[in-house]
């Protein structure tokens, strides 16, 4: 059992419809039919979203996947129409809201992988492969692979746990040319997203994309490169064979499985609210990645 500790109620707005509530984001659609798409400050982990925020964690995947579309244009389109804030909505959407293409989205999570680490790291321990790809011998946790390599999953509900699936898969769920394309996109991005956060001192581990289809154009969907969806490393702290330090949501699974929350990971409780020391060195660390990566301050 997961899911939402206390599932929030949407806020409601003249003008437009309430589509979906996912684990961190509000989903609208307006008038003209486009998707409005609202950042909360939600934390989700261990497929549980949380009863605690995390102050400006909304705005700040915003404003990083902003700036990140900027500089993958080239490589692929993306969803984003206008960032202005819907008439009607309450000031606190200011820089957490996008309004986007409604897109024909393909149920695919686009994961792709340039270290070994997390469930790739599991499944390699057992097999030697990820989703399906042969590896060589003598990687750990941490290290870096031959080449990016692209591992797709299954898009779950809320709740649900993403599921790693083969190329094959993919290819009969959404046919071999949209396999095709959805992975070359990806390594594309991942590869270009990689190459800018190394200049800039962190490693790019690995991360998922979403996308979709306007009539036969693939198109970058929902957030891209940001903590919530990416694995990022300080650079100068990289030593395979031990968990790295991350700038992401490490701190809040730390204290969840440590003995101080009491809270038993596999039983069907709900996980406990989050001490303000948590909550306050997750903030920080997604500031800390924002800014070094634009090379501007958070504010």
């Not at 083969?166 to 396999?179: H, I, L, W």
């Not at 790019?204 to 198109?219: I, P, Q, R, S, Y």
């Not at 100068?236 to 699974?253: E, I, L, N, T």
């Not at 660390?285 to 301050?297: D, F, H, N, P």
Request: include cysteine.
């Amino acid at each position: 059992m997961s899911g939402f500790v206390e599932k929030p109620e949407p806020i409601q707005v003249p003008g437009l419809v309430h589509l979906h509530t996912g684990k961190v984001r509000e989903l609208y659609r307006n008038e003209a039919g486009d998707l409005v798409m609202v950042a909360s400050d939600r934390m989700s982990a261990y497929d549980w979203v949380l009863p605690t925020e995390i102050p400006d964690k909304g705005r700040i995947l915003t404003q990083l996947s902003l700036w990140w579309f900027d500089r993958l244009s080239d490589l692929v389109p993306n969803h984003v129409l206008s960032t202005e804030l819907p008439d009607g909505a309450p000031a606190d959407w200011a820089g957490r809201t996008l309004i986007c293409k409604s897109l024909r989205m393909v149920p695919v999570e686009c994961v792709a992988r340039g270290y070994l680490t997390g469930s790739g790291l599991a499944e390699y321990n057992e097999t030697r492969t990820v989703c399906g790809l042969a590896l060589p011998e003598g990687l750990t946790d941490g290290s870096e692979l031959p080449a990016p390599i692209f591992t797709p999953a299954t898009k779950a509900e809320v709740g649900e746990h993403d599921e790693n699936v083969s190329y094959e898969e993919v290819a009969r769920q959404v046919g071999a040319d949209t396999a095709a394309r959805l992975r070359q996109a990806t390594l594309a991005v991942y590869s270009r997203g990689r190459d800018i956060a190394r200049e800039r001192g962190i490693i790019l581990a690995d991360t998922k994309f979403e996308f979709g289809f306007e009539g036969e154009d693939l198109v970058l969907a929902d957030e891209v490169l940001t903590a919530d969806s990416s694995r990022f490393w300080p650079a100068d702290q990289w030593q395979p064979g031990r968990a790295q330090p991350s700038y992401d949501k490490q701190f809040v699974r730390d204290w969840l499985t440590s003995a101080e929350s009491g809270w038993d990971r596999k039983s069907e409780q709900p996980p406990p609210a989050l001490p303000q020391h948590v909550v306050d060195a997750t903030r920080a660390k997604y500031v800390e990645a924002y800014e070094r990566l634009t090379g501007t301050s958070w504010s």
